[in-house]
């Protein structure tokens, strides 16, 4: 009787598969980054300072510019 094991991603470097797991890999990423840039611009500055950002850092988020 054979198992499959549907917690490992399959070995698909250099292939066709391992670009579209990279492109979806990549489009999480930024899906991510996109909802967080998103909640903190809806905070309060008060709230921001708090969590020890300010305004402009979410801006520099987007280039990954931020570094505490």
């Known amino acids: ?3 499959l094991d ?3 991603a399959p070995h698909t470097t250099g292939s066709v598969g391992g ?4 492109t979806l890999a ?3 990423s930024w899906n991510d980054a ?3 840039r998103k909640a903190l611009s809806q905070l309060s500055n008060h709230e921001l300072d708090d969590i020890g950002l300010v305004r402009g ?4 988020m987007r280039y990954q510019n931020l570094i505490r």
Do not use: L, V
């Open 1 to 3: 009787m054979a198992a």
């Open 6 to 8: 549907f917690h490992r």
């Open 19 to 22: 670009f579209f797991a990279n």
């Open 26 to 28: 990549n489009f999480r």
């Open 34 to 36: 996109r909802a967080t």
């Open 57 to 60: 850092d979410i801006d520099d």
